[in-house]
């Protein structure tokens, strides 16, 4: 799955203009909903995709006195952290590893909602081989080729190269100098069926992506190949706060947000922001569980 992994933020400032002249209201600053787009062709698509969510929160946080503006683009991950540290946004939506990058950059993010993708809550990746292929742990990938889907999909590149890590491997590109017997070479295969036939074709080794991408391989395909490791699941995504917000403009925030896919309106802006069905709390299991990958991020040639 291909980023996956896109990223949701907002300023819901919390702070108040200085009452004019006259003693006139002082006015809220607004919300700004942002988004990163890597590609020059993708601030559009973030504008047609998030534009709905701009608009439900634009609404249905008014009678709170939370003003909404227009929706911000940060350019890639140390943009949207920079924004965090500043001030200028308040409310991230990322996946787990996106998440715990911008929390260790800005130092100013809580993890709060999980989101709900395609009514899926967590999901987990698959690695497979061909079926006479001799591999069956991840250990025997060592000096092997990895075939992946893109570098911003989180279950068909960040997981793996996660759990690689877990298990004391380094993944690294196929015409990285530094690649040998002890690392696990990648190449990038563009999409996920592509991923199975070049694995079939022997242009990798091995591949991985989410069970979901598993179950969907054409029976002609799937019957070729074989799972011989599978990750723990891992939650879709994940909504989080700028540290310092004011607890009730986060309390207003969160309560929108949890109801947001209770009506029509609501569902359909969901839908089209990447896919969410709703936002959930996050848990005490669910803060383990994402405490558990952030030593995967910390090997320098991890990431």
């Not at 996920?192 to 991985?208: H, R, Y």
Request: proline letters at 6%.
């Amino acid at each position: 799955m291909t980023a996956a992994s896109v990223a949701l933020a907002a300023s819901l400032g919390p702070l108040v203009a200085p009452p004019g002249l006259f003693g006139a209201p002082a006015a809220a600053v607004p919300l700004h909903l942002g988004v990163i787009a890597e590609e020059p062709n993708e601030p559009d698509r973030m504008l047609n995709a998030y534009g709905d969510v701009v608009a439900r929160l634009r609404e249905r946080l008014a009678p709170a006195n939370v003003a909404v503006g227009d929706l911000a683009i940060a350019r890639d991950l140390d943009d949207l952290s920079q924004r965090l540290a500043r001030g200028e946004v308040d409310l991230v939506v990322e996946t787990v590893f996106a998440t715990l990058i911008l929390q260790a950059r800005s130092r100013c993010l809580d993890p709060a909602l999980v989101v709900v993708r395609r009514g899926q809550r967590e999901y987990r990746s698959v690695f497979f081989t061909r079926r006479e292929a001799p591999y069956q742990s991840l250990g025997d990938l060592r000096g092997r080729t990895l075939v992946l889907q893109a570098l911003r999909s989180t279950s068909a590149f960040a997981l793996p190269r996660a759990e690689l890590a877990r298990a004391g491997i380094t993944l690294l590109p196929s015409d990285d100098p530094h690649a040998g017997r002890d690392n696990v070479r990648y190449v990038l295969a563009g999409a996920e069926i592509n991923q199975a036939v070049w694995v079939l074709q022997g242009k990798g080794d091995a591949g991985a992506f989410n069970e979901g991408d598993w179950a969907a391989l054409p029976e002609r395909v799937r019957s070729q190949l074989r799972v011989f490791h599978e990750t723990r699941p891992i939650v879709r995504g994940l909504l989080s706060f700028r540290t310092g917000l004011a607890p009730k403009v986060r309390k207003d925030v969160e309560a929108t947000l949890l109801q947001l896919h209770e009506d029509e309106a609501g569902r359909a802006a969901l839908a089209r922001a990447s896919g969410t069905t709703r936002f959930e709390r996050l848990t005490a299991p669910d803060r383990r569980e994402i405490g558990a990958w952030a030593p995967s991020l910390r090997s320098p040639r991890s990431r």
